[in-house]
């Protein structure tokens, strides 16, 4: 699959997405807490991204039945949202695409519950700063290989567990296009960076060093092999002359 380059008009209907998406977020942090249930959180997506006249992009694609992932715990990706109240020291990552006028854009995040665990605090920080030393490589003349690698070295520090199969990807009007982005990888190989480049970063590790993940039988749900807690960060960026540009923030 070719790798299509955005122009400056098309990054900023990205960009637009990208900006609801992140208050979508925001009123998710707001609201996440003991005694509310991830499918509270997906009404609320679903509620909030039609007041701004959005649509959630995974609702309906290959039949995923939700308008958000929500993954609690051993949990690491595409998790059913239920009725199962969330309680102190559960981790949940709440996964988000964002359609806004036939444009896209893709954030997850994990969310604490109250306290932590000292255990689950270290795989949710890890995990982030692997997403921040992943954007960080996303430059002109890098190589997508240098992503991988950066996030790589960032878990391996830490005797994190990579979920290899589960990766990052280019995104426009399409929720997966060219490049794919590994969490790992070898420096100055693989696809050049380009300006007009639009992908996300979404490292997505797990408590156990393996890294090693069981698919459940609804087709979708992927929780540890070992038990352990699962963490995903993600972000939707553009390669630009300046550097990277976040494209999942807040304006």
């Avoid at 003991?34 to 701004?52: H, N």
């Avoid at 797990?206 to 069981?214: K, Y």
Wanted: glycine content about 12%.
């Amino acid at each position: 699959m070719k790798v299509r380059l955005k122009t400056k008009d098309e990054i900023a209907r990205i960009r637009e997405a990208g900006n609801i998406l992140a208050e979508c977020h925001q009123g998710i942090a707001s609201l996440i807490g003991p005694g509310i249930t991830t499918m509270e959180i997906d009404a609320f997506v679903e509620s909030f991204l039609a007041k701004r006249g959005a649509t959630p992009e995974q609702k309906g694609y290959h039949g995923f039945p939700y308008a958000t992932c929500a993954s609690v715990n051993d949990v690491v990706c595409h998790g059913f949202p239920g009725t199962r109240k969330l309680e102190a020291g559960d981790i949940v990552t709440i996964d988000i695409v964002v359609n806004k006028k036939g444009w896209l854009a893709d954030s997850g995040w994990s969310y604490r519950i109250g306290e932590v665990s000292e255990a689950a605090e270290n795989l949710l920080t890890v995990t982030e700063q692997a997403l921040l030393a992943g954007i960080a490589q996303a430059v002109p003349g890098h190589k997508i290989g240098d992503i991988g690698y950066a996030v790589q070295r960032v878990a391996k520090a830490s005797k994190i567990g990579i979920v290899k199969a589960l990766i990052g990807h280019g995104i426009g009007r399409v929720m997966h296009e060219a490049p794919d982005v590994p969490n790992f990888g070898r420096p100055h190989t693989g696809i050049t960076l380009q300006p007009g480049m639009v992908i996300t970063i979404e490292p997505i590790f797990t408590g156990g060093e393996t890294g090693a993940v069981l698919w459940e039988d609804d087709g979708w749900t992927i929780r540890t092999a070992d038990g352990s807690l699962g963490a995903h960060y993600e972000h939707t960026l553009a390669i630009t002359e300046d550097g990277p540009l976040v494209l999942s923030v807040v304006e």
